[in-house]
């Protein structure tokens, strides 16, 4: 499977962004989907994750409350709807998938996007 994600840009701390990955082939709804980060000199970590179904869902300590991980298997995508935002969610932002579980490391998962640029000033 092929990840595109997009959405990501410049925004003011407090303020929102969505962003949205595509994947390409055959049996999407059968991967769990997650997003993960990469901020400057830091390791990638992990973000949020939803399951198959989309019943299931896990979050970083991090983010929780402000952000929603969505999906819609009918059009190969998912989302990551973030707010409040804050300077330290500043990062390169990555779709990855995976059909083992909600995984939180990224060796647990075997596909993965480009990245998108998120950058919020202060």
């Known amino acids: 499977v092929q990840l595109q994600a997009s959405g990501g840009g410049l925004v003011q701390a407090g303020g929102s962004l969505r962003l949205s990955c595509v994947a390409s082939g055959r049996s999407f709804s059968s991967y769990v989907m997650a997003w993960f980060r990469q901020g400057p000199g830091k390791e990638r970590e992990f973000v949020a994750a939803?399951?198959?179904?989309?019943?299931?869902?896990n979050y970083a300590d991090s983010v929780k409350g402000r952000f929603t991980i969505s999906r819609e298997n009918a059009k190969n995508s998912v989302y990551l709807q973030m707010a409040s935002l804050k300077p330290e969610d500043t990062a390169v932002y990555y779709c990855?998938?995976?059909?083992?579980?909600?995984?939180?490391?990224?060796?647990?998962?075997?596909?993965w996007g480009q990245g998108t640029q998120v950058t919020v000033s202060s």
């Open positions: 990855a998938a995976n059909v083992r579980g909600l995984l939180t490391t990224p060796g647990g998962y075997d596909y």
């Open positions: 939803i399951y198959w179904s989309g019943g299931r869902r």
